[in-house]
């Protein structure tokens, strides 16, 4: 088990599209346990491989208080969405914004799991607002894309001083 | 994805609302009234369970993390110094096991965007673990640390109870049991009883009480039978005596001079729900929770937001039966329930609580029929505000005698009665019955 590194934006980085896994092996299953250890310890409820600078198709999810809830998707796909949700998001790659964002309310959802099995299943609420905004990351899309341009100039600016900071 | 801000935990939630209470003096159940929501239901009790315990034992949390800290927080960051607090009442007080409280507490710093701290707290509450035998030995020497209190409070509790104030002081740091009253309206205390022993709650008759039901643990008011519909509420048992007090009749006319949350007018109410009664209280805001009670109970009352005192602004000139003054005071009788009054109140508050209280008194004397009756309490354990009141009142005013009850409310004083805190399981409360001849 280790702790990764989570990049910060504007890190281009995160703007890389990442690319499916073809094979579910040990690799994998390892990395899936890293990413969870790294989202608990943030602490965050969502973590997709970009942030990790990883380029595969995996995230890791827990929505549950206790971290007793892990969800692990590989290669996930949205089949289908409907309905509008509003929810005040926050990014472990954006730290301290928490921004209003519109997406889709219910969403039905395919995806590989850690035995390489297919699956499919329908969510709403907090999780489909996760599994969508985690599945932006593997396409190099951030939540502040969805934000108008001076708010996202504004989140820019003060973390690019917090790094400049920290150098 | 990152946690929102309305995802807080416990412990975030708790350091937050301390810290609100210490730096802008608000009182702590309108802090929590506006946390409360915000948090998931599991994680509410425990929230304000560290509220409640860390205020109740703030001068000797502070005390022992000053020997933990090398130097102090600087106030932008109360919430982290508070977050310190309730990790050390954690480690002290609750059986929270000692790696999830530390590690569990560190991860709130990080949900207060306050990742700078969580080294100096891991450091910080492990020392604790450490030296902790020591470090408690310290608050023997300590008064203020040993007993919990801040110094003014403890040495006016001395001046005025030496042979009580080590009972007092106890008392205060318990945890206050959750009493209800039984609407006789709608149901006797015994049918009541049996609703709650159905739904496995455990209850007792409140003894001195002919409405009063003491539960063996606290309860969410949702989960009591019949509390949405006004079968019971919940209040002291300390004030659920002051009604047989004031003796309530059929037809009479009564005043509530500072009536918020109005439990008392409601109870005065329930005896005889045609009597006409007016519940004044100086703030707006709290004569909304009035109106919320006495619609959930289905009475009714003649609201007045007023300064009870200036009777040109709201009396209309017909006498009172009762006039019930529970007057606003130092709380010093009710720590247990209301810990922050250890951070919130000043010793130099008394003196002008009591010159409001004198005023009460002293407006509302001639508003009193002949005959009529007028009950005087506060929730004060200091002589100021109860027993020296009455008494100069008392020189004042020739016309009113004070009555004397051969089933006291409380310890009989030279004027009055007075129930110290830890006298036995209700609130701390004064008493006083004035005739007017």
Redesign the interface.
């Known amino acids: 088990m280790a702790i990764l590194n989570i990049l910060h934006f504007p890190d281009p980085r995160l703007r890389k599209k990442a690319e499916p896994i073809t094979d579910v092996n040990d690799k994998i299953r390892q990395l899936a346990d890293d990413m969870l250890e790294t989202m608990y310890d943030a602490p965050g409820i969502g973590l997709a491989a970009t942030q990790v600078n990883i380029q595969k198709r995996i995230l890791v999810i827990d929505i549950s208080e206790d971290k007793s809830d892990p969800l692990v998707l590989i290669n996930p796909e949205i089949v289908a969405a409907e309905g509008e949700r509003e929810f005040e998001e926050g990014c472990l790659s954006v730290p301290e914004a928490y921004e209003a964002v519109i997406r889709a309310d219910k969403v039905k959802i395919k995806a590989v799991n850690l035995q390489g099995e297919d699956f499919e299943f329908t969510t709403d609420g907090l999780l489909a607002t996760c599994v969508q905004h985690e599945i932006d990351h593997l396409d190099g899309k951030l939540f502040v894309d969805y934000l108008s341009n001076l708010k996202r100039q504004r989140i820019k600016k003060r973390l690019e001083k917090h790094q400049k900071q920290k150098l | 994805?990152?946690?929102?801000?309305?995802?807080l935990?416990a412990r975030s939630a708790a350091a937050l609302t301390i810290a609100e209470v210490q730096l802008k003096h608000r009182s702590l159940n309108v802090v929590m009234a506006a946390f409360l929501p915000q948090l998931?239901d599991?994680?509410r009790s425990f929230y304000q369970q560290l509220c409640y315990g860390v205020l109740r034992l703030h001068p000797t949390l502070i005390f022992l993390g000053n020997q933990l800290l090398k130097k102090p927080f600087k106030n932008k960051d109360a919430d982290i110094a508070a977050l310190f607090l309730t990790g050390l009442y954690q480690l002290r007080d609750l059986r929270t096991p000692s790696h999830a409280a530390i590690s569990e507490t560190v991860?709130a710093a990080?949900?207060l965007?306050k990742q700078w701290a969580t080294g100096l707290l891991n450091a910080c509450l492990r020392n604790y673990q450490r030296q902790h035998t020591e470090l408690e030995a310290q608050l023997q020497h300590n008064p203020v640390a040993g007993t919990a209190h801040p110094e003014w409070l403890l040495q006016q509790y001395q001046s005025d109870w030496p042979d009580h104030w080590q009972q007092i002081t106890q008392a205060n740091n318990q945890q206050a049991p959750m009493m209800l009253r039984v609407n006789r309206q709608q149901a006797s205390r015994e049918t009541y009883l049996q609703q709650l022993l159905q739904q496995d709650i455990g209850a007792t008759a409140l003894r001195d009480c002919d409405d009063g039901v003491l539960l063996s643990k606290a309860y969410d008011v949702n989960a009591l039978p019949n509390f949405e519909t006004g079968m019971a509420s919940v209040q002291d048992g300390a004030a659920q005596l002051v009604v047989k007090m004031l003796d309530i009749q059929p037809d009479q006319h009564i005043l509530d001079a500072c009536a918020a949350p109005g439990g008392k007018s409601c109870h005065i109410l329930e005896q005889h729900p045609d009597n006409t009664l007016v519940a004044l209280d100086i703030s707006a805001e709290r004569l909304k929770q009035i109106e919320q009670n006495l619609s959930r109970l289905q009475l009714g009352a003649q609201l007045k937001a007023a300064d009870a005192s200036d009777t040109d602004a709201w009396w209309d000139g017909e006498l009172f039966d009762r006039i019930l003054i529970d007057a606003p005071c130092s709380g010093s009788g009710v720590i247990r329930r209301h810990p922050d009054i250890k951070l919130l109140r000043r010793p130099e508050d008394i003196t002008s609580l009591a010159h409001t209280q004198q005023q009460l008194l002293d407006k509302l004397w001639p508003l009193l029929k002949a005959d009529g009756l007028m009950v005087y309490t506060t929730c004060s354990a200091f002589k100021k505000e109860n027993e020296q009141q009455i008494e100069a009142f008392l020189q004042r005013h020739p016309d009113a005698k004070e009555l004397r009850f051969e089933q006291a409310p409380a310890t009989a004083r030279p004027y009055g009665y007075q129930r110290l805190p830890g006298d036995d399981v209700m609130d701390g409360f004064y008493y006083a019955c004035l005739r007017r001849r």
């Open positions: 994805m990152a946690n929102n801000t309305r995802s935990c998931n599991n994680e991860n990080k949900k965007g």
